[in-house]
């Protein structure tokens, strides 16, 4: 069982930038896939950004050049650095990782609880 806790997030401008966190319970962390998902109400849970175990990063469109994934190996941290914010990147994010690597599909195992992004114009 990985538990995923969360940190990060908030409300800032349009133009802004935040830094997400996701730190894993569990030893073997640098054979787990991680990823970044967010979801508004009414709509599915979307693939933001994922970095797969050798370290290679895979970006929503969305999300290209502007979001950055990165992961620490050895704080077993997984950390989504957002600028150039926009009102539509307004969502919960969710920290993911399974041992398999999804990429950007949501069937990751392990979840973590979510934190709200919020983007004003």
């Known amino acids: 069982q990985v538990q995923l806790m969360q940190s990060g997030g908030g409300s800032v401008q349009a133009g802004g930038s935040l830094r997400l966190s996701c730190v894993a319970s569990?030893?073997?962390?640098?054979?787990?896939?991680m990823g970044w998902f967010r979801q508004v109400p009414g709509k599915e849970r979307e693939g933001v950004a994922v970095?797969?175990?050798?370290?290679?990063?895979s970006y929503a469109a969305s999300a290209l050049g502007r979001f950055t994934v990165s992961r620490d190996n050895a704080k077993n941290t997984l950390f989504l650095e957002m600028n150039s914010l926009k009102p539509e990147d307004t969502a919960m994010y969710y920290c993911?990782?399974?041992?398999?690597?999804?990429?950007?599909?949501?069937?990751?195992?392990?979840w973590g609880q979510g934190t709200q992004v919020t983007v004003s114009s």
């Open positions: 569990v030893p073997t962390y640098s054979r787990y896939c």
């Open positions: 993911a990782s399974d041992a398999l690597c999804w990429i950007l599909s949501n069937k990751y195992n392990f």
């Open positions: 970095m797969d175990v050798n370290g290679r990063p």
